[in-house]
DNA sequence: GATCTGACTGACATGAGCGTCAGTATGAGC
DNA sequence: GCTCATACTGACGCTCATGTCAGTCAGATC
């Protein structure tokens, strides 16, 4: 087969061509989701032929990994442990530091976060536990955080693990809902403050409280 | 092309035959995901002949379709209106009521509830608009509720739709977690106590609290 | 027992999307 | 200016799920 001259750009740093194609992928991903979207509509819209796609990765399903795993290590890094001993910070402030930096992760990938939460899930099952484990490490840090909270007293009595369930289930809600809704950086505060209050009061006041409720509500000191 | 005898089985109840299909496909998606799921694999798991699906539904995603708005149904059922003015039962009752009347009939249709929170989203951009239809008239009633609570002042301050939110990301996560881990029907009890207990009075408990926060934080009462 | 009707069947044609690979353009090295 | 290495290209062949439809079967009707 002879070629017509066609238009060619080889010569492209490598880095820079796979970022393309990352892009083109992650970009198409959130707007038309994972199973609508072809390695031909990758290829298009990262202006590359198709047999260019399979220089960098192995197939779709890859390159959707390593969207989620480089998303998940961002994450990963923006959750901070709380140190309770620490002089220069209380723990309600460095909690709300913590809010404010995952709000804050999230509203500046919003492609990645509308992905994470669509797409990530029923990809296939091998990809599905990868997630599980995922989850399972941020909802086990989180379980013995407030484990350790029980211990000091400034977390409620009741299943730790059912807490980061409730905690983490409302703060995805809350993400997906900011980014959907389109949001700007700056309501990162007023969520932080919004989640926050929530955790520390609730917002029921509907008097007697829970009755026969096995938990001991203990004041404010 | 002559047929050979082969094994037939018409003169089966119309609806019947189409509930065998249903229980197929609702079995498949849980267990493997809808976009694993072939026509192929719901027609063998149904025992019908490939030709038989096409007599009852449309296409693949027709009975997705079918099966979540039958589940969508039941849920609207479950969800009932508080009215403040009952004087049989106090707010909070009816609240704790309607958690646990959400609850169970998401924990006695676990393969409907995992298809609904991992395969729901990402079908299609047509679907996922009438899902989003469907979630937002949910927020919407429950922001309605919040209002007026905030009016009767059992509710406390905040942005109504932003609560709305992280209420139904926690019972979502809470629903989610118990079916894929598989909590009992019993537990059910458990789980409403420990979310209404969290939305009466979050968990933390840090002292000082929201130090600039905005919102007046009203004791009970 | 002939005919009709409606449920059911499964082989087949179709086509979308995939992964490959022989071939081309470009620049570096000699 | 020839050769080599590298980046890239896109037509091609293949797989596999899909939807169809000509044909079979069983019971009802007369």
Redesign the interface.
């Given at each position: 087969m002879a070629a017509r001259p066609s238009k060619k750009k080889p010569v492209a740093n490598k880095a820079e061509r796979q970022h393309d194609i990352l892009t083109a992928a992650r970009d198409l991903f959130a707007k038309?989701?994972?199973?609508?979207t072809t390695i031909d509509d990758i290829v298009a819209e990262a202006g590359v032929a198709r047999g260019t796609f399979y220089l960098y990765f192995e197939d779709k399903r890859a390159i959707f990994v390593d969207l989620i795993d480089r998303f998940n290590a961002r994450i990963s890094m923006a959750i901070l442990r709380i140190s309770p001993d620490d002089s220069a910070h209380?723990?309600?402030?460095q909690?709300r530091a913590n809010i404010r930096a995952i709000i804050g992760v999230f509203l500046s990938e919003r492609a990645m976060t509308k992905i994470l939460f669509?797409?990530a899930?029923?990809?296939?099952?091998a990809f599905?536990r990868k997630l599980a484990t995922f989850t399972d490490e941020v909802v086990g840090l989180l379980t013995e955080s407030?484990k350790e909270?029980q211990g000091l007293?400034?977390?409620?009595d009741?299943?730790p693990r059912?807490?980061a369930?409730?905690?983490?289930?409302?703060?995805?809600?809350?993400l997906?809902?900011a980014v959907t809704l389109g949001l700007s950086e700056e309501s990162a505060e007023?969520?932080t403050?919004?989640?926050?209050?929530?955790?520390?009061?609730?917002?029921?006041?509907?008097?007697?409280?829970?009755?026969r409720?096995?938990?001991r509500?203990?004041r404010?000191?």
């Amino acid at each position: 087969m002879a070629a017509r001259p066609s238009k060619k750009k080889p010569v492209a740093n490598k880095a820079e061509r796979q970022h393309d194609i990352l892009t083109a992928a992650r970009d198409l991903f959130a707007k038309r989701g994972y199973h609508q979207t072809t390695i031909d509509d990758i290829v298009a819209e990262a202006g590359v032929a198709r047999g260019t796609f399979y220089l960098y990765f192995e197939d779709k399903r890859a390159i959707f990994v390593d969207l989620i795993d480089r998303f998940n290590a961002r994450i990963s890094m923006a959750i901070l442990r709380i140190s309770p001993d620490d002089s220069a910070h209380t723990v309600a402030e460095q909690v709300r530091a913590n809010i404010r930096a995952i709000i804050g992760v999230f509203l500046s990938e919003r492609a990645m976060t509308k992905i994470l939460f669509t797409d990530a899930v029923g990809v296939d099952p091998a990809f599905d536990r990868k997630l599980a484990t995922f989850t399972d490490e941020v909802v086990g840090l989180l379980t013995e955080s407030l484990k350790e909270g029980q211990g000091l007293g400034i977390v409620a009595d009741g299943e730790p693990r059912v807490l980061a369930y409730l905690t983490i289930g409302a703060l995805k809600e809350l993400l997906y809902q900011a980014v959907t809704l389109g949001l700007s950086e700056e309501s990162a505060e007023v969520l932080t403050q919004q989640l926050y209050s929530f955790l520390s009061e609730g917002y029921l006041r509907t008097g007697a409280g829970g009755a026969r409720s096995p938990a001991r509500r203990h004041r404010h000191r």
